[in-house]
């Protein structure tokens, strides 16, 4: 990876969801508050992503493209939309580019349906393709989780052959193991992939085509959500059969904490919560419990309330509370 330090960097992000405009977890959260953090930092940064038959913002034309797949071509308009880097300042915006394509995006809901590899292998291959019709070279492609691990593999095992791909760097980011994108290997024949590279110490993985591999193999860098999490995950127990892949990665793999939106998740000025409050007025801070008491059908008062924000996820150990009742 070319050494950028200290420089102004073109960062386009990259995310299967991006809050405000899609979202199912935290993946969607840090989607939408890194890419702020960075631009505020002084850097030239662009989102992308799918557009879901979900999102209906008002968006703007930017370009078409004919994406070439295996046998076929497949339309990808991509339309653009700004988001605000400081809601105090409505003059700073970041463009958002949404890759759509009736065929797999027009549907309800963002995942779980039987194509889904074709879905987000199309995504990756569009987006790859959209870059100079854009006429934006970034100097980094940040992925994010399986949806976009293709991206690292095609960049490095075929569009480098072309001068305009050449030197771009690829940081791929790790948000929950568990989830990997495991598709047949009709995948890179989807792709236009060679074969050659359908082995296990590229993007095979137990006979089929892992898309969060191709990701770990082929990005230059690998970060994930902490220090800690980048040492869980290359063990036995919570490496989910990935573990000799990220050992050998280790030395490009780094934890990372996610932060906060400051300005999302400001108390003083959150219309969301029943009373604002800040340092200087902590104890209107008590008034959000009662209201979320009154809410919930609570006993309303000065007691503990312990609560969680999480998916009904079997590794997310709720189970354990549950047996504790």
Known sequence: MSNHANESLKILYVSAE?????????????????????????????????????INAQMKYAADLAVPLKDRKETCIVREKGINIDEDDKGRIIPVYFID????????????????????????????????????????????????????????????????????????????????????????????????????????????????????????????????????????????RLQGVLKKRAGDLSGIVNGISYSDFDPSKDGNIARNFDAESIDNKKYNKYALQREMGLPEGDMPVLSVVSRLSGQKGLDLIINKI
């Open 101 to 240: 394509n009736y065929n797999y995006f027009d549907r309800d809901g963002i995942y779980c349906y039987p194509d889904d590899g074709e879905r987000f292998a199309f995504f990756c291959k569009a987006l790859l393709e959209m870059l100079p019709v854009l006429n934006f070279k970034p100097d980094i492609i940040h992925c994010n989780d399986w949806h976009t691990g293709p991206i690292c593999m095609m960049l490095k095992e075929k569009y480098m052959k072309e001068d305009f791909y050449r030197n771009i760097s690829t940081v791929f980011t790790i948000h929950n193991l568990e989830y990997q994108g495991q598709f047949s290997e009709y995948i890179l024949d989807f792709l236009g992939m060679e074969k050659d590279i359908f082995i296990p110490e590229k993007v095979e993985f137990y006979g089929g085509f892992n898309f969060l591999k191709s990701g770990l193999v082929y990005a230059d860098q690998i970060t994930t959500v902490s220090k800690k999490y980048a040492e869980e995950i290359q063990t036995e127990q919570y490496g989910e």
């Open 18 to 54: 991006v809050s405000p405009f899609a979202k199912t977890g935290g993946l969607a959260d840090v989607a939408g508050s890194l890419p702020k953090a960075l631009a505020e930092m002084g850097n030239d940064v662009r989102i992308a992503m799918p557009r879901y038959k979900l």
